[in-house]
Nanobody
Framework: QVQLVESGGGLVQAGGSLRLSCAAS????????MGWYRQAPGKQRDLVAT???????IYADSVKGRFTISRDNAKRTVYLQMNSLKPEDTAVFYC???????????????WGQGTQVTVPS
């Protein structure tokens, strides 16, 4: 019953900005690490950024200084602010969250449906 719903993708010119959002819903007890991953055509799915429940962050080298991950625990939402976008950022972006839920109380990973980000060259 836990779901992650993403929004905010679209087409942006090089140098532009975009903000992705991912909201978790369901019978949630706690949300541990949340993150964003992306998959470009013909490539594997790679980590973009993660953020722990305490706010510690990790970024892929390719996005450091350009992207910022954040979360609002009250809204059960993780964000990805993307600035100075490049054509090589073009990919499907997926939200991920490790969530403990009712009734099992077991924590496991959930994935969003993916949202397309396109930066034309």
């Amino acid at each position: 019953q836990v779901q992650l719903v993403e929004s905010g993708g679209g087409l942006v010119q090089a140098g532009g900005s975009l903000r992705l959002s991912c909201a978790a819903s369901g019978s949630i007890v706690s949300i541990n690490t949340m993150g964003w991953y992306r998959q470009a055509p013909g490539k594997q799915r790679d980590l973009v950024a993660t953020i722990t429940s305490g706010g510690s962050t990790i970024y892929a080298d390719s996005v450091k200084g350009r992207f910022t991950i954040s979360r609002d625990n009250a809204k059960r939402t993780v964000y990805l602010q993307m600035n100075s976008l490049k054509p090589e950022d073009t990919a499907v972006f997926y939200c991920n969250a490790n969530i403990q839920s009712i009734p099992t109380l077991l924590a496991r990973d959930y994935w969003g449906q993916g949202t397309q980000v396109t930066v034309p060259s």
